[in-house]
């Protein structure tokens, strides 16, 4: 569907589509035909969650520090994900920065300073619930800032995070991907629960009608930021649950810390978190 199109979906009907429903799960390419049970996936929550708290300590003691951004559509998971992660670790040390709109002040600075005054010392870490990577989604798509400015940031974002790395930051970049169904699905949850009307905006509306212009962006974004200092791993999270646990294995399984149980840990799931090329390659519009 084009952009010039808006979808057959009326999000203030409270009776969700059936056609909608039906093809959440398995909207954008997802692999599995169900979601993963809650048995199964609080065995291995608490699992990885163990690690992680192995993970906290070591950080504490070696002073090593973290930053893992969250990335995606509307409603794609991120701010779950995050909770999930930090659940049962300390958080004064594993920080969830989500910030609002840049103040006046900020939108006359570098780029980057805002975020840099959120990064970790010695023993931390910073959850990024959206990132300075705004500006190669969002805020090109909504026209709140100009092409050239957009093209000035894919091209100094590489150099900032090497920087990172270079000082001996750990950084992590999860793009969650869903699909249109399942986007449509979450947004109308939110419109009509009291609890989670709070998490959708009118941003989030406007966008339901450039699905296109967000994929466009979010794939010039991946080929133009993605490297093998600073990759970007894709989670395909219509299913939260698997998400959520493959984005814990992932930061677990490519980082070093004492005590590590490789059985407890085991294996990321190469269907749900992806490569760049492949899924842009199986996702493009053109």
Not at 263 to 280: F, H, M, N, T, W
Request: glycine share 6%.
């Amino acid at each position: 569907m084009s952009d010039d199109a808006e979808p057959k979906f009326d999000i203030e009907d409270p009776v969700l589509p059936k056609w909608v429903k039906k093809a959440a799960l398995g909207s954008g390419g997802y692999p599995y035909p169900d979601r993963l049970d809650d048995a199964e996936y609080l065995k291995q929550l608490r699992k990885l969650q163990l690690e992680l708290v192995k993970l906290q300590s070591h950080m504490l003691k070696h002073g090593s520090r973290m930053v893992i951004l969250f990335e995606g559509r509307d409603a794609a998971g991120k701010g779950g994900s995050i909770d999930t992660f930090r659940e049962h670790l300390n958080g004064r040390y594993w920080v969830d920065v989500a910030l609002p709109r840049p103040s006046d002040r900020e939108r006359t600075q570098w780029y980057f300073q805002r975020y840099v005054d959120w990064m970790p010392a010695a023993g931390e870490a910073a959850l990024f619930d959206r990132s300075w990577y705004n500006r190669a989604g969002v805020e090109p798509v909504m026209g709140f800032c100009t092409p050239e400015q957009t093209a000035a940031f894919l091209d100094e974002a590489p150099r900032f995070e090497r920087m990172l790395t270079r000082d001996g930051i750990h950084l992590f970049k999860f793009w969650l991907a869903i699909g249109r169904e399942m986007q449509l699905k979450r947004f109308h949850d939110r419109r009509h629960d009291p609890l989670k009307q709070w998490k959708i905006s009118d941003i989030d509306i406007a966008a339901l009608g450039k699905w296109d212009s967000y994929t466009d962006a979010a794939h010039r974004m991946l080929r133009m930021t993605h490297s093998p200092d600073t990759p970007w791993r894709i989670v395909l999270a219509n299913d939260k649950r698997r998400a959520r646990l493959e984005i814990i294995r992932s930061v677990l399984e490519a980082t070093d810390y004492d005590g590590r149980d490789e059985k407890g840990l085991g294996e990321v799931d190469e269907k749900i978190v992806v490569d760049p090329d492949r899924y842009i390659s199986q996702h493009s519009n053109a």
